[in-house]
């Protein structure tokens, strides 16, 4: 049976598999990049709104922003690139070559692979509560849409980590009253964060989960949501116009789970590796947070190198002959004619 056979094959769409794109058109390779999801940037989308600081050379700039500029750098090099489809499987077939097998069916050869599935794909935590409802309820959130669709509005957030408190700081001069609760005496979020929300004007219910939500039949909506003390049972009662949920998230760890091939793992996800990217199979590496190893940097700024590590590890693999570094982009032949 003929085949397509690509150079490397990178699974997962987000900064590390978007960077490691780019990289490896850099580098010559013959490259797929498949992700689970309809479009590409993985988990900042979680974040479209959210403003990034932390990314070399780059002014702050909103999630959706990256997205996109990471994006249209990954496809620079016009890699081959399959969506909604989910990876469930990886096996070695003829000649030590990969066979990456998708939820659909589909099977795809490659002669390496690149795993950068970050945490793995994500689904939201539901709230309790929501799940007695019979439809889904359109004012109840659990991404950050476009800020300017709760201009004016009372806004109640549920949750205590980062994301939740960043979220608040961010409504609190758009919304016309911002409201957050979380199951402990303080938010687990950093320092700084807790620090702007304890002197900013946000009501804060500290000790209280959300144990009911009243809701309009006629437009599908919450209107009133019932907060109860956790130490005392009391039950507060606010009226609303949106609520935002953001309890954390499931992680699918299928791909890891389900595979013959006997990669180490560092705990229940993470895998095992090095700080080249290798991991214990030869021809397999990994960028992002799926990766842990001593001194890594779980940031998006950390997983650009991890990216051009990974990339020049699968590059030597497919051609040992091959310089172990890329050239200087400023100096790349297929570049000249970009711009």
């Not at 997962?12 to 010559?28: C, E, I, V």
């Not at 690139?81 to 990456?100: A, P, Q, W, Y």
Request: charge should be negative; include cysteine; aromatic fraction near 6%.
């Amino acid at each position: 049976m003929s085949v397509e056979l690509f150079d490397v094959t990178i699974i997962g769409g987000g900064p590390a598999g978007l960077y490691s794109a780019f990289y490896s058109g850099l580098r010559n390779m013959k490259t797929k990049l498949i992700d689970a999801h309809s479009t590409l940037g993985g988990k900042m989308h979680v974040y479209p709104e959210k403003m990034i600081w932390d990314v070399g050379g780059v002014a702050p700039i909103k999630g959706q922003d990256l997205i996109r500029q990471l994006s249209d750098q990954a496809l620079t090099f016009d890699p081959t690139v399959v969506l909604n489809e989910k990876v469930v499987s990886i096996t070695r077939g003829e000649n030590d070559h990969f066979i990456l097998t998708t939820n659909s069916g589909e099977r795809h050869w490659s002669q390496t692979v690149i795993i950068a599935v970050g945490s793995g794909i994500l689904y939201p935590k539901r709230l309790e509560v929501e799940k007695t409802l019979n439809t889904p309820v359109k004012n109840i959130h659990y991404t950050m849409p476009q800020l300017k669709q709760f201009k004016d509005k009372r806004v109640l957030i549920s949750g205590g980590g980062n994301s939740a408190i960043d979220w608040a700081l961010l409504l609190e001069p758009i919304a016309s009253e911002v409201g957050i609760t979380f199951r402990k005496e303080t938010p687990t979020a950093h320092e700084r964060s807790v620090n702007e929300l304890m002197t900013s004007s946000i009501n804060i219910y500290s000790k209280h989960i959300v144990t009911d939500l009243v809701t309009d039949p006629k437009t599908n909506t919450v209107h009133t949501t019932t907060l109860t003390s956790i130490d005392t049972q009391d039950e507060i009662e606010l009226s609303v116009d949106a609520v935002i949920i953001n309890h954390g998230y499931e992680q699918d760890t299928s791909l890891l789970d389900e595979s013959d091939l006997d990669l180490e793992r560092k705990n229940d996800f993470y895998l095992a590796g090095t700080a080249e990217c290798t991991t214990s199979l030869s021809g397999i590496y990994a960028a992002g947070d799926i990766i842990s190893y001593p001194g890594k940097v779980n940031l998006i700024a950390g997983c650009f190198q991890d990216a051009v590590n990974a990339v020049n590890q699968a590059k030597k693999q497919v051609d040992p002959e091959a310089d172990s570094f890329g050239t200087v982009s400023s100096h790349h032949a297929k570049l000249q004619n970009k711009f």
